[in-house]
């Protein structure tokens, strides 16, 4: 997988930053503001983490131990609700990301880099060999429990019916999870370049404004 933030660079061409001196302190703040949350956000996640998957084993070695069909059932959603949080604080995490590095290079100003954490994230981060083994080691996990939900499920009932509702509740969860996932990875680049977008239409509209007020003709100016 290539660099999210190289591909959109080159997708979107180089933003010339235009900083004045008495916005430098209100970027600065804002840069601020943005890595204490990065860092709330990543905290909690890593809480839920531990917290989450401590009470999935103790969950799955009750009902191995003592085989309960309500366990096993629940043990599928209880996963992918552990799963889906993670995922929307990571997009939540990209999002700020995105815009921290618009900042970044806001408050750098053209000038030798003196911020570029988001840049060095981009390369340690994205597509490293140990995230990819986590995705494929949760994504094997999910399936396993969901696959041991849909098996207890059977046991409980013969009937076709009530195993093709469980199924699709399931298989609406798993495509859930795909969406999510593919629009988490996606949302770093959107992050910037909606701040971007948003900073070349205030531009814009400064210098409207600003042209409007010259008079178009020598005659036009006041007297």
Not at 61 to 69: L, R, W
Not at 79 to 97: M, P
Not at 161 to 179: D, E, K, Q, R
Not at 190 to 219: G, H, M, Q, W
Request: hydrophobic share 45%.
């Amino acid at each position: 997988m290539g660099d999210p933030k190289t591909d959109m660079r080159s997708a979107m061409g180089s933003v010339e930053p235009r900083l004045s001196g008495g916005n430098t302190s209100v970027l600065l703040k804002q840069y601020e503001l943005l890595t204490e949350d990065i860092r709330v956000l990543m905290t909690s996640n890593d809480r839920l983490i531990s917290v989450g998957f401590t009470i999935l084993g103790a969950a799955y070695a009750f009902g191995m131990k003592e085989p309960s069909d309500t366990v096993k059932l629940a043990l599928p959603f209880f996963v992918f609700s552990v799963v889906f949080y993670t995922l929307f604080i990571y997009t939540n995490v990209f999002a700020l990301g995105g815009h921290k590095q618009f900042i970044e290079e806001q408050i750098n100003g053209g000038q030798p880099p003196l911020l570029f954490w988001e840049r060095v994230a981009g390369k340690m981060i994205f597509g490293n060999i140990p995230s990819i083994f986590l995705i494929f080691i949760y994504g094997g996990f999910t399936i396993f429990t969901t696959w041991f939900g849909i098996d207890a499920f059977r046991e409980i009932s013969k009937a076709p019916l009530p195993i093709i509702c469980y199924c699709t509740v399931l298989g609406f969860c798993i495509g859930g999870l795909v969406w999510s996932t593919v629009r988490m990875l996606r949302t770093y680049g959107r992050a910037y370049k909606f701040s971007v977008d948003f900073y070349s239409a205030a531009l814009t509209s400064e210098n409207a404004c600003d042209t409007s007020s010259i008079p178009a003709s020598a005659a036009d100016a006041p007297a």
